[in-house]
């Protein structure tokens, strides 16, 4: 995410009008709130939207597996027994900033992949101990339990803060506009208080361990420590994480998740 609990700085270091963080207090562009989120928590507005998702693979390509692919006993190990949706960021290399996310649902037969997109992660890669500034996305297995963004919910079934707080300004680090960051995201449990607005600043770890990591809309370019995918794709996994499929975000360089 350009913030959310992210992370960076850059050619054009991405402002996250904070009036608080959105991943960054004072970046926007990755999701750390010091990097790219707000973080002044505003008023809850749910509300519905006529948004078409379209998505790079909307149907099932493999058969049902019983583990999420690519993902170690490590990280398996990690992930709540009673989850039953998996969103999987698969970064292309540990110094790498592209990533491809996949959802899953997990049935009577195994994890199955509902859909994916291309996207973006932390400027410099991922790190398994992020710390604030480092541009690195953390490693890990996180719940998704809370949403918000600039416009309005498009049906979200995470309880969803609607907020003019929610915005990224200036441009990131290729130069690319960070105008719609923050249209919508969705707070990555990482040094955060679950249960609360994705504005919320509070990180129970400390400021030196970063904050504000989200998932949020792409802005096709790397961010300063969150994970990015394009805006149909946020609005496809708000219409369909439940909290009652306690979903969670797997995500790490490639080579990291097969063998953490």
């Not at 959105?22 to 948004?51: M, V």
């Not at 149909?232 to 969670?248: F, K, N």
Request: negative net charge; charged residues 15%; proline residues 7%.
């Amino acid at each position: 995410m350009l913030v959310a609990t992210g992370t960076g700085l850059a050619v054009a270091l991405l402002v996250a009008t904070v009036i608080g963080h959105g991943g960054s207090r004072a970046a926007a562009g990755t999701a750390d709130a010091k990097s790219d989120t707000p973080g002044t928590p505003g008023t809850s507005q749910p509300s519905a939207i006529n948004t078409t998702a379209v998505v790079a693979s909307s149907s099932p390509t493999s058969p049902p597996a019983a583990s999420l692919p690519g993902v170690g006993d490590a990280l398996t190990a990690q992930i709540p027994a009673d989850s039953r949706q998996a969103v999987v960021a698969y970064g292309d290399s540990v110094d790498s900033s592209r990533t491809t996310v996949v959802f899953y649902q997990k049935g009577a037969d195994g994890w199955q992949q509902v859909a994916s997109w291309q996207g973006h992660n932390g400027d410099r890669g991922w790190t398994r101990q992020h710390m604030e500034g480092d541009l690195r996305t953390p490693i890990g297995v996180f719940g998704l339990t809370d949403a918000g963004g600039l416009l309005p919910s498009p049906g979200s079934q995470l309880p969803y803060h609607q907020s003019s707080e929610f915005v990224a300004s200036g441009l990131g680090f290729d130069g690319e506009s960070l105008a719609k960051a923050f249209n919508y995201v969705i707070a990555i449990n990482y040094n955060r208080v679950a249960g609360s607005s994705p504005l919320d600043s509070r990180e129970p770890m400390g400021e030196a361990r970063g904050g504000g990591i989200w998932l949020h809309v792409d802005h096709d370019g790397p961010t300063h420590a969150c994970v990015s995918i394009p805006s149909a794709g946020m609005v496809m996994l708000l219409r369909e994480l439940s909290p009652s499929e306690h979903p969670v975000i797997v995500m790490g360089d490639r080579a990291d998740l097969a063998n953490a």
